[in-house]
């Protein structure tokens, strides 16, 4: 199946994903439509193919694709993150095209209402609690047990992120979000924009499962074991290496919490990216977000005979039969990398010795020279990506921190 | 062995790139640079702003090769040969999603 069907493609300006989700419908053949919450430059050149969309505001969103989509009809929609995830949703409801509920979506988005929903069904989250920005922080610190984390309801990525020990510590964490949502660069509306959220710590190795959803069953793609120990005070995503080395019982376990997790919420189509802690007491939902795993990250994964996640993904957006949901037999692994400090950019030394590394498969930077730095907890972006790919999880771990400990990043 | 382009339609994507893309990119900074047809395969470099943009795919397959197949009909594809790893001044720079 292929050729005339229409496809359109929620892609945020700023998104990492636009390449390899063009690529992959290019290689299906779909006639492919993209929108984007700025308008792109040849818009009135090509309106069939390209249109902008206020995703903050999915209702408005679906309004307009609706009465665009009524003399070229939509096949499928497909978001690429948490924002464009729910209007997609939106979109796909109203065109009765597949997708999750738009509620269901939403809750997902709000780690809050995320908390609220997975705990009313009996699936293991850490306590919580949402406290407004407006509140006194030392007041709001004795309603918590430390340690603590808190963060913003809808950033990703770990951004905001930040572990509280102490009630000193709680205060400055409260301060920093409130100012980091407040900055221009960050887009929440709504609760997102008024609240943090407050949760237990819990301690454990970190996980991540990537998903698909069908007509509400969860279908494991790959499961992440997260070498690097994240034990804050910020909680810098670095290493991700799969399969898992964790016993296969664990592994089971996460898979049904997952499960459930995705059944509490409503997700019953598309993708899930997922995070868990996982200790003595079991597996713990950190997230369950609608959408697939972030950054270049999925170049990790492969399927059957080389088919890409964003294939999967828009395949399955499109109704169209999926070969296999079976990821290919070595072990591969990714690391982002890390911002050093904040500063400019000036040059990226060592990159030839770095993709030379054994089991290394690419090395990509996408900070340019000249770009402004920004460490987490307010940054937002990796400096780059470095891929691996050999037989054991073990292997490619290695080769991830040999290639990178070649690299020197020389920031002003 | 690749076909080299009739002179004709070398001249006629040049010609779009002139008068369509180029004013319409250089509002993001950018502008597209014709460097050759073959096999009715249009192969093109995306500078200034579009190089490294987080949007020059979007611009580039929902954008120019959509608006040169309508008005080439004989163009089968498009394709990008930018090194965008080289671009200092992207227009939208990626982030974390």
Do not use: F, W
């Given at each position: 199946m292929g050729g005339s069907a229409r496809l359109l493609l929620l892609l945020p300006?700023?998104?990492?994903?636009t390449e390899d989700f063009v690529d992959a419908a290019r290689t299906l053949g779909v006639d492919l439509v993209c929108a984007s919450e700025k308008p792109s430059t040849l818009e009135a050149l090509a309106p069939d193919g390209l249109l902008t969309l206020d995703f903050a505001d999915p209702e408005s969103a679906a309004a307009i694709v609706a009465t665009w989509s009524v003399e070229r009809p939509l096949a499928g929609v497909a978001g690429v993150d948490d924002v464009t995830a729910a209007a997609a949703a939106t979109i796909a409801e109203r065109l009765g095209l597949?997708?999750?509920?738009p509620a269901a979506v939403a809750t997902a988005r709000d780690k809050f209402q995320m908390r609220q929903c997975l705990a009313a069904a009996g699936v293991p989250v850490p306590r919580f609690r949402r406290i407004a920005l407006g509140e006194n922080p030392v007041l709001a610190a004795r309603g918590v047990e430390f340690p603590c984390v808190l963060k913003p309801l809808s950033l990703s990525a770990s951004r905001g992120v930040i572990r509280a020990n102490t009630t000193e510590q709680f205060v400055v964490a409260f301060e920093r979000i409130a100012a980091l949502l407040a900055r221009d660069d960050v887009t929440v509306s709504g609760d997102a924009a008024r609240y943090v959220l407050a949760e237990e710590y819990v301690p454990g190795l970190e996980v991540a499962l990537e998903g698909l959803l069908i007509q509400g069953r969860l279908h494991p793609l790959a499961l992440f074991d997260?070498?690097?120990?994240?034990?804050?005070?910020f909680f810098e995503e670095t290493i991700y290496v799969t399969?898992?080395?964790?016993p296969e019982a664990v592994q089971r376990a996460i898979r049904d919490t997952t499960a459930a997790a995705c059944a509490g919420l409503g997700l019953t189509e598309g993708p899930v990216h997922a995070e868990l802690r996982v200790n003595d007491d079991g597996p713990w939902v950190l997230e369950v977000a609608a959408r697939s795993i972030g950054?270049?990250?999925?170049?990790t994964l492969r399927f059957g005979?080389?088919?890409?996640l964003e294939e999967i993904i828009l395949r399955h957006a499109l109704g169209w039969s999926i070969a296999t949901l079976e990821r290919e037999r070595p072990a591969a692994g990714v690391m982002m990398i890390p911002?050093?400090?904040a500063g400019v950019l000036k040059e990226v030394q060592g990159l030839d010795a770095a993709k030379a590394t054994?089991?290394?498969e690419d090395v990509v930077i996408?900070?340019?020279?000249?770009q402004e730095l920004i460490p987490l907890p307010e940054g937002w972006q990796y400096l780059g990506f470095i891929f691996a790919r050999a037989s054991t999880p073990a292997d490619v771990e290695d080769a991830l921190r040999v290639a990178h400990s070649r690299l020197r990043f020389v920031v002003d | 062995m690749s076909e080299a382009a009739t002179p004709d339609l070398k001249s006629r994507v040049q010609d779009l790139i002139d008068t369509m893309i180029n004013p319409a990119v250089a509002g993001h900074g950018g502008f597209v640079e014709l460097i050759d047809v073959q096999d009715n395969r249009v192969y093109l470099t995306m500078g200034g702003g579009?190089?490294?943009?987080?949007?020059a795919d979007v611009t580039l397959k929902a954008g120019i090769e959509r608006l040169i197949k309508e008005e080439l009909?004989?163009?089968t594809e498009v394709l990008d040969t930018t090194d965008?790893?080289?671009?200092?001044?992207?227009?939208y720079t990626a982030g974390k999603s």
């Open positions: 300006t700023r998104t990492y994903r597949r997708a999750s509920a997260k070498p690097d120990p994240l034990e804050g005070p399969p898992s080395r964790l950054g270049l990250c999925s170049r005979t080389g088919m890409t911002t050093p400090r054994r089991h290394i996408s900070a340019h020279v000249g | 579009c190089q490294g943009c987080g949007a009909p004989e163009v965008h790893s080289q671009g200092t001044n992207p227009y």
